[in-house]
C-alpha cells in the first residue's frame, strides 16, 4: 500500500527555534493535512491545504505556523518560534479526494526544550 | 468549536464479547464520519467510513449513524486482543476532520 512519508521521526528543538516538519504525501493524492497530539490528548486537526492553497486552519494554527508545498512533492510545516507547548506528535495526512480514506504519516515527535 | 465527543472509556470487555463503542457531534453540517483505531505511540489507521443514516458492516464492525440524533457508534463483534487499542471518531465537514478524545478499549483473553 502507498504510504506517507514524514522526516525526521523526531526532532528536538530549543525554545524559540525554528523548526520545519517535512513530508511527502502519496503521489496522486490532492488534499494535505497536519494534525497534532500532545501526549495523552486528542488528535488535533491544524490545517488542511488543496490546490496550492490553506483550505481550512483551526484556531491553533496561528501566525507561528506556516505550511507549503515547495515542488509538487514535498509538504511542510514550520513553526516560526518554538514553544514548550508545541511539544507533540505531529501528522501529516493526505487523500485522493474528499471522501477517499485518509492516510496518515507515521508522524514526527517534536520536543521543545 | 465544532466539536466530537465520545465516551472516554477506558471500555474493558471479555474475549469474544461485543465492544460497543459510541461518539456524539455537534456540527450538523458535518457530512461524513470515520472510525480509526490507534495504537500506542502509532498514527491513525481507518476502520470504518460512514455517511449516511443507518449500519454499514464490514467484517466484525460495524458502524451505525443517526443524524438526526447526531450519534455515530462501533459495534466490534467477537473481538480479539488484537483490537485492544484507541478508538477515535472523527467527523469531517468540508475539508477539515475533527476527532474525538478517543475511547481506549482492552480485551481480555
Known amino acids: 500500500e502507498p504510504e506517507v512519508t514524514q522526516t525526521p521521526s523526531h526532532q528536538v528543538t530549543q525554545m524559540g527555534q525554528e523548526v520545519i516538519l517535512r513530508c511527502v504525501p502519496i503521489?496522486?493524492?490532492?488534499?494535505f493535512y497536519w494534525y497534532r497530539q500532545i501526549l495523552g490528548q486528542k488528535v488535533e486537526f491544524l490545517v488542511s491545504?488543496?490546490?496550492?492553497?490553506?483550505?481550512?486552519k483551526s484556531e491553533i494554527f496561528d501566525d507561528q505556523f506556516s505550511v507549503e508545498r515547495p515542488d509538487g512533492s514535498n509538504f511542510t510545516l514550520k513553526i516560526r518560534s518554538t514553544k514548550l507547548e508545541d511539544s507533540a506528535m505531529y501528522f501529516c495526512?493526505?487523500?485522493?479526494?474528499?471522501?477517499?480514506?485518509?492516510?496518515f504519516g507515521s508522524g514526527t515527535q517534536l520536543s521543545v526544550l | 468549536q465544532k466539536e466530537v465527543e465520545q465516551n472516554s472509556g477506558p471500555l474493558s470487555v471479555p474475549e469474544g464479547a461485543i465492544a460497543s463503542l459510541n461518539c456524539t457531534y455537534s456540527d450538523r453540517g458535518s457530512q461524513s464520519f470515520f472510525w480509526y483505531r490507534q495504537y500506542s505511540g502509532k498514527s491513525p489507521e481507518l476502520i470504518m467510513s460512514?455517511?449516511?443514516?443507518g449500519d454499514k458492516e464490514d467484517g466484525r464492525f460495524t458502524a451505525q449513524l443517526n443524524k438526526a440524533s447526531q450519534y455515530v457508534s462501533l459495534l466490534i463483534r467477537d473481538s480479539q486482543p488484537s483490537d485492544s487499542a484507541t478508538y477515535l471518531c472523527a467527523g469531517r465537514r468540508r475539508g477539515d476532520m475533527r476527532f474525538g478524545a478517543g475511547t481506549r478499549l482492552t480485551v481480555k483473553p
Open positions: 495526512a493526505s487523500r485522493q479526494g474528499l471522501d477517499e480514506k485518509l492516510f
Open positions: 491545504f488543496y490546490n496550492n492553497e490553506i483550505s481550512e
Open positions: 460512514i455517511y449516511s443514516n
Open positions: 503521489s496522486n493524492h490532492l488534499y
